[in-house]
């Protein structure tokens, strides 16, 4: 989910489209859409020549529709099939009544009946923020900028044809590759090259799940086909591998070379998002037919709040994605700084949370004191607002109301705000949006007010009129001078660019903590990458605020989420498989994870929301921020194999059916779990370490295996700092691997007595480091005790 905006604008095919394919009567059952999960032929009724193998699989899903639908309401089964899925999951989507639902539930061989669910959606400079170069050792030379690797980006869709997908000097795409460059509205073939090689659209579940008419068409704008409207797949596909651009900037802004991560990796775009959102099944037919096309990195900036694993289309997709030999990479969420608020926590999937850059786009207000608050903004100021603009009377709540303190359109009095400058609170309503109400009352600039929640976040936009976004202290500090006098002034001064200042990376506010609600024994998110003011592509139809009323037009545009940063990841993760292309999905996020940063760019602490929030923790932060070029080399790696994962699900508390959900394997938890590779007892082999001590527990043992790709004839020594009030012992306390792919393993004691006063958790950290001469290989692993009473 974006922490910016949506534009909601309307073609005349895409009406057609989304009007309802079946007029009912009135007395009529409401129809909605449901994802059906079947157990495998041979589970079901299988003497039925409906299960037959000569069937189809669309005709043995068309056989569960049949048997259970209410047949005076239909003439064809057919017509209410949405999606056959075949890859990442087994069964179907169908628009069905509550009846047909419960009658489907009711049949042999359905594992599953489910609504459908909508999630949310959740760059010139942040390659070099990366450590991102031409050095001849770093990670760009080490994986040939991603080449040969392909990234599938589930989102908004793409628009072709922004710089950033030009194929200059890019090969063919992999003989592997079996996707398609689908045709549709203002979209055909030839908008598909060696860059941009596939696009897709999907959606039916959309259209099923928000039919519209006539009279609402016209506030709505899409495109039936792959293009994007909307700008946030075109922004995320260019993060993760865009093409280098020389002289990109917003609107002269952020001026510099874009480029991708991975700017050799190919993308293929699947639009699974529309104006509304995104919904279950358009998503996973997305990620059925992406894993069969051949891609090697999924990217999914969306998601909503966690939920059972059981119930997650995501996390069910992305096992057999993941099985497949597919990296999964998705956003936390932007629902932070809430505690336990991270979404995406499969432990399959590559969790990555939003931190900062050292770049900044100052926009002081200056009061007519003489005080000077600071603000940023990218608001491409005339000649003259460098040194100050006009100064301007200050109001505030100028209606009187709780919508004018928001600035919500129709809420401010057009003869109070005429020619001045207005203070709008944070919230409600997007930031751009809040400008485009104060300019549409006559009003000359707009401050942005952060409230408490948003502490000193500073995601900036490209806004309509002169404005600056401030942060909740500064906020304070501003009204209290409002109501200090009689005629209270000030002006904007506009800094520029400014690199190398602040200090970075630090943890964004909104980005979702854990502990994982659904899966505490596993450390969420997984690491934090580039989430706030990420310049990026952008689409050719939408002025750079997003807004309607914007005429201006850019190829680039600044954006802030958890939906910027997985990108980030994507892209690491294709270098990593273009360098490493017979590692597992579990090896690639353990080089990221293992290599990551726990300091900043100044060797001090990574904070947490921006200096606002003290150290950030590894509940915020997971293993730390990423670093690219050591996660191409990082020495040793913790491998897991899909059926760990199974086991893994039993020591939850799994019912059979519920893993049957997610994973579409049967499993016996009984006889995994007392298996002679288990010993008696399964630990996930998981590069952090969480222990969630329950009702009294004091200690617990956990078990890893590492395995060697970097020098053969190494040697290991442990160094752990353990948690306060927590004894942790490693046995044994070195390592040594006389071959490359060799494995060790350890084992990991914790005592913990009691918690430490006034905390539910308490963090440590246990690394490997090389000794000797070849000792520059150092593998982090982050470790978190929580004490949970239920």
Not at 9 to 36: D, K, N, R
Not at 77 to 100: K, M, N
Not at 531 to 557: M, Q, Y
Not at 560 to 575: E, N, Y
């Amino acid at each position: 989910m974006d922490v910016t905006r949506v534009l909601l604008v309307c073609h005349s095919l895409f009406l057609l489209l989304l009007l309802p394919a079946v007029v009912l009567g009135a007395a009529a059952e409401t129809m909605q859409t449901y994802i059906v999960q079947l157990h495998p032929h041979d589970e079901g009724d299988s003497g039925e020549a409906m299960l037959s193998a000569s069937r189809s699989k669309v005709d043995w899903h068309l056989s569960f529709l049949e048997r259970s639908m209410a047949w005076e309401q239909e003439k064809l089964p057919s017509s209410r099939l949405l999606y056959s899925y075949h890859t990442v999951f087994d069964g179907f989507a169908a628009q069905l009544t509550d009846g047909e639902a419960a009658a489907l539930r009711a049949l042999p061989g359905v594992a599953s009946v489910r609504a459908d669910r909508r999630v949310e959606l959740h760059t010139t400079y942040s390659y070099r923020f990366l450590g991102l170069n031409f050095c001849p050792t770093g990670a760009w030379a080490r994986s040939g900028y991603g080449r040969g690797t392909i990234i599938g980006v589930l989102d908004t869709g793409v628009w072709p044809e922004n710089p950033s997908f030009n194929d200059r000097g890019m090969p063919p795409a992999p003989v592997r590759w079996g996707g398609v460059c689908q045709g549709g509205e203002h979209f055909n073939a030839s908008n598909c090259n060696r860059k941009l090689i596939g696009a897709r659209f999907y959606s039916k579940g959309h259209r099923a799940n928000y039919p519209t008419n006539p009279s609402e068409a016209a506030s709505l704008l899409e495109y039936v086909s792959p293009r994007d409207a909307h700008g946030h797949g075109t922004h995320t596909a260019s993060t993760a591998a865009g093409a280098a651009v020389a002289g990109a900037s917003v609107l002269g802004a952020g001026l510099g070379e874009a480029r991708g991560v991975a700017p050799g990796a190919h993308v293929a775009a699947y639009k699974v998002c529309w104006f509304n959102g995104c919904y279950s099944s358009d998503i996973l037919a997305g990620m059925d037919d992406a894993v069969r096309d051949g891609v090697d990195v999924l990217s999914l900036s969306l998601g909503g709040f966690p939920i059972p694993l059981f119930e997650d289309s995501i996390a069910i997709g992305s096992f057999r994605a993941t099985a497949r030999g597919v990296s999964v990479v998705c956003a936390a969420g932007n629902n932070g700084p809430e505690r336990s608020s991270v979404a995406n926590e499969a432990p399959w999937v590559l969790t990555v949370g939003a931190a900062t850059l050292d770049r900044r786009f100052p926009a002081y207000v200056r009061l007519g004191d003489g005080r000077v608050l600071y603000g940023e903004s990218m608001y491409p100021g005339e000649i003259g607002l460098k040194k100050g603009g006009k100064e301007l009377e200050l109001v505030y709540a100028v209606g009187g109301t709780r919508e004018s303190e928001y600035c919500l359109k129709g809420s401010l009095d057009k003869a109070a705000v005429a020619g001045k400058m207005v203070v709008c609170d944070r919230g409600i309503t997007g930031r751009a949006d809040k400008g485009e109400a104060v300019k549409e009352a006559g009003g000359a600039a707009m401050v942005l007010a952060n409230s408490e929640i948003n502490r000193q976040e500073d995601s900036i936009d490209v806004h309509i009129l002169p404005a600056t976004l401030i942060g909740y202290r500064e906020a304070v500090e501003l009204k209290k001078y409002i109501r200090s006098t009689p005629r209270p002034v000030a002006r904007i001064v506009f800094g520029g660019t400014r690199i190398g200042r602040a200090r970075a990376p630090a943890v964004a506010v909104f980005s979702a903590r854990g502990p994982s609600l659904t899966n505490p024994s596993v450390l969420k998110p997984d690491v934090v990458a580039p989430g706030v003011n990420i310049i990026a592509a952008w689409p050719g139809n939408l002025g750079p605020s997003g807004l309607e009323s914007d005429a201006r037009r850019s190829n680039f545009t600044v954006l802030s989420g958890t939906s910027m940063a997985a990108p980030h990841v994507s892209g690491i993760a294709a270098l990593i498989r273009s360098a490493h292309p017979s590692w597992s999905p579990a090896m690639v996020r353990s080089a990221i994870m293992t290599t990551a940063d726990i300091t900043d760019r100044q060797g001090k602490a990574i904070m947490d929301g921006g200096g606002d929030g003290g150290r950030a923790g590894v509940f915020a932060m997971g293993a730390g921020h990423v670093s690219p070029a050591r996660a191409v080399d990082p020495g040793l790696v913790y491998d897991i194999q899909p059926a760990d994962y199974v086991t893994h699900l039993c020591t939850l508390g799994y019912t059979h059916l519920e893993i049957f959900k997610i994973t579409h394997t049967g499993v016996n938890c009984s006889a995994a779990l007392r298996g002679d590779r288990n010993r008696g007892f399964f630990c996930l082999n998981y590069p952090s370490i969480a222990v969630a001590l329950r009702n009294g527990a004091r200690s617990a043992v956990l078990r890893r295996t590492v395995t060697n790709v970097g020098t053969p004839n190494s040697t290991y020594a442990v160094q752990v700092s353990a948690p306060p009030g927590v004894k942790v012992t490693v046995s044994p306390t070195t390592l040594s691997f006389v071959e490359f792919g060799e494995q060790r393993s350890f084992q990991v004691t914790v005592d913990a007595p009691s918690p430490p006063a006034a905390k539910d958790s308490a963090e440590g950290y246990l690394v490997w480091k090389q000794s000797g001469g070849q000792g520059r290989h150092v593998v982090r692993s982050p470790i978190a005790v929580t004490w949970v009473v239920e």
